[in-house]
Nanobody, 128 residues
Framework: VQMVESGGGLVQAGGSLRLSCAASGRSISMNTMSWFRQVLGKEREFVAQISWSGDVIVYADYVKGRFTISRDNANETVYLQMNSLKPEDKAVYYC??????????????????????WGQGTQVTVSS
């Protein structure tokens, strides 16, 4: 599976961005998908995840109420709508896919080793 993120950029605090993660090579419609983010010099951290069917969604506390994850299985794409952005949201954002299929965890899958596929990342910068 190849995954390509897009939609990152520079935005002022309080603004919005919508990230996309497009998969190819193999369908990800049966896989739990997540977004992570990483600041240079820090650990990659969990942001949000969505089950294969889209009906189980989990957010990290620091984005809850501001970010929305969604997916379009017909187009093999996962989205992250980011509203009310803060300077501390600045990071490289990565999408990731669990290899196991038809799996719908209702708790955050924070362990990077649990994910089999990763995109290359897209930079999000929030100015104050």
């Amino acid at each position: 599976v190849q995954m390509v993120e897009s939609g990152g950029g520079l935005v002022q605090a309080g603004g919005s961005l919508r990230l996309s993660c497009a998969a190819s090579g193999r369908s990800i419609s049966m896989n739990t998908m997540s977004w992570f983010r990483q600041v240079l010099g820090k650990e990659r951290e969990f942001v949000a995840q969505i089950s294969w069917s889209g009906d189980v969604i989990v957010y990290a506390d620091y984005v809850k109420g501001r970010f929305t994850i969604s997916r379009d299985n017909a187009n093999e794409t996962v989205y992250l709508q980011m509203n009310s952005l803060k300077p501390e949201d600045k990071a490289v954002y990565y999408c990731a896919a669990r290899g196991v299929v038809y799996y719908s965890p209702n708790y955050p899958e924070r362990c990077r080793a649990d994910y089999d596929y990763w995109g290359q990342g897209t930079q999000v910068t929030v100015s104050s």
